[in-house]
């Protein structure tokens, strides 16, 4: 599915150049959990900004399902991300002025997808997420955990290949993010790809495979059964 070759991200000011990647090497292949480890600021979210085509690397090679995709123009991204990739943010990224129900419809909006088919899509996501009842709340009145049960379902509705999670559970109680685990969990059982970024060391034991970086590098790789 994911394949990088010397994946490498720079970042320049008139006064510094400072390398966020430095020289990454990784597959992830269909139907796996893979999760992100690493100190602050070692390059964990800049890789997963690349590898969800929502930026582009200094230099190196990136092939989405054989399409190479690291000199591709934002619009090209763009066009391959929808309906390709689902995102799950820490501070879930939901849009204030509009309903859960409006919330998780957007992506389908993005693809055209006909009326009919997007309320049971919509509906079909709330119910597996058990927001149903939030249905016509706005983001700021429902709890943590049910805003990040939005964002899944948000994530979900187009029914992506690739989930991107970043700290999903980064702001969440341990409840709340242990229920926002066990779910993504369930996702991956059912064949869809996660790549997490994550401090969290029980968080990344619902991983298949644990990528520690360090300063740009991936520095270790650690295998669960």
Do not use: W
């Amino acid at each position: 599915m994911i394949q990088t070759v010397n994946l490498q991200k720079l970042f320049s000011t008139e006064e510094v150049e400072t390398t966020a990647l430095n020289g990454i090497n990784m597959d992830v292949k269909d139907g796996e959990f893979v999760a992100i480890m690493g100190p602050s600021g070692c390059g964990k979210s800049t890789l997963l900004n690349i590898l969800g085509l929502l930026d582009n690397p200094s230099e190196g090679e990136y092939n989405f399902y054989g399409t190479a995709v690291a000199r591709m123009t934002e619009r090209q991204r763009a066009q391959l991300r929808k309906g390709s990739i689902g995102f799950v943010f820490q501070s879930f990224n939901l849009i204030d002025e509009l309903t859960v129900y409006e919330n998780v419809e957007l992506p389908l909006l993005y693809l055209k997808t006909p009326a009919d088919e997007r309320k049971k899509r919509v509906e079909e996501a709330l119910e597996r997420m058990s927001i149903m009842h939030r249905r016509n709340h706005f983001p700021q009145q429902l709890s943590g955990g049910q805003q990040q049960r939005t964002a899944i379902a948000r994530a979900v509705v187009a029914k992506p290949k690739l989930i991107l999670a970043d700290e999903p559970t980064g702001n969440l109680d341990s409840k709340n993010g242990e229920d926002v685990m066990k779910l993504l969990g369930e996702l991956n059982d059912e064949g869809t790809t996660i790549i997490m970024v994550t401090h969290s060391p029980y968080d990344a034991g619902f991983a298949h495979r644990i990528v520690n970086l360090f300063d740009g590098k991936v520095v270790t790789e650690n295998f669960h059964v």
